[in-house]
C-alpha cells in the first residue's frame, strides 16, 4: 500500500468503526434536554423578573398572548435543532418553527400600543436581549454538536435560544411597537444568525443525521 492510500485507508477504517458502534444516546433525548433547557431558562427569568421586582405576578396574566408563543418557539426550536436531518418530517419541524416565530414576532409588535418612554437609551434593551441569549445558545451550540451539521436546523436552533431574551423584553420593557420592531426583534434575528455562524464552525461530536 502506498503512502498516499494510507489516510484514505484510516478514513474509511474509522468510518466503518462509527457505523458498526451501537449509538452513543438517542437524538430525541438530545432534545428533550434542550427543550428542557430553554423552558427552565424561560421559567428561571421569568422568576428573576418577579423577584427583583420588574413586573407584577398579575402582569404576567396580560402577557399571555405574547408569552405563549414564545414558549412555542422555544420548543419548536429546540426540537427542530436536533430532529433528523433527513426526512419530511424534519423539514417539518423546522417549518414550523419559522412559523411560530413570525407569528410570535407578529404578536409582540401588535400587542404594543404607543408604548411609554424611559430614561434608558433604546439599544440597551438590544443588547440585554443578547447577553440574556448567550446561555441558551450556549446549550443550543452544545446540543447541535450532537449530529452533522445544517445551517437550517442552526438557524431554528438560534431562534428557540432567543425567546429567553424576548421574554424578558415583552414583561420588562414598556416602549411602543417601533422600538419592539427594530431593537427587540433585531436582536432576535441576530442572535439566530450568530447560531448559525457559530455552528457552521464548530466540528460536530458525531456526523450521524
Known sequence: ????E???DR???AALAELRAP?????????FRLVEAQLGLALAGIAVALVAGLVRPGELFSHAVTVGPLLVVAVLGAIAALAPRAGVAASSWRVATLVAAAAAMGALVLARGAGSPSASPE??????HLGVGLVPLAF?????RQSAGSWARAFAAGLGAGTIG??????VCHRGRQHVLVYHLGAWVLLAL???????ALRPRTFAP
Not at 449509538?23 to 432534545?31: Q, W
Not at 439599544?123 to 440585554?128: A, L, N, P
Not at 424576548?166 to 414583561?171: D, I, T
Open 1 to 4: 500500500m502506498s503512502g498516499g
Open 6 to 8: 494510507r489516510p484514505l
Open 11 to 13: 478514513a474509511r477504517q
Open 23 to 31: 449509538p452513543r444516546d438517542c437524538p430525541r433525548r438530545h432534545a
Open 123 to 128: 439599544w440597551v434593551c438590544s443588547v440585554s
Open 140 to 144: 443550543a451550540l452544545a446540543g447541535l
Open 166 to 171: 424576548a421574554l424578558l423584553g415583552e414583561l
Open 194 to 200: 450568530t447560531c448559525a455562524a457559530i455552528a457552521r
